[in-house]
């Protein structure tokens, strides 16, 4: 009879290399706004999806996308001005 053998060592180990490095951890910091917002924009749709829309949801998505945009668009300029400050120096 053979013994069947797990592998879950293998699989739930981890090296220190595989933990995220400060830079990925300050990527996701500085993408939380837009993550966020994007969490509200999904809220206020699947709030929705039962039913058909009231003008009261119809304001929360509309309000909701356009803080999901302007997240985006925040992210964006900083990327800029980064990348600009560095190209100056």
């Known amino acids: 009879m053979e013994h069947i053998v797990t592998v879950q060592d293998a699989v739930t180990t981890f090296a220190d290399f595989m933990e995220p490095t400060n830079a990925e951890l300050d990527a996701i910091e500085r ?42 668009v925040a992210l964006l300029n900083h990327a800029a001005g980064a990348n600009q400050s560095v190209g100056a120096a």
Do not use: F, S
């Open 31 to 72: 993408e939380m706004p837009v993550i966020l917002a994007d969490v509200d924009l999904l809220d206020a749709h699947i709030v929705t999806l039962g039913r058909t829309p009231t003008e009261v949801d119809d304001r929360r998505i509309r309000r909701a996308r356009r803080r999901a945009l302007a997240a985006r």
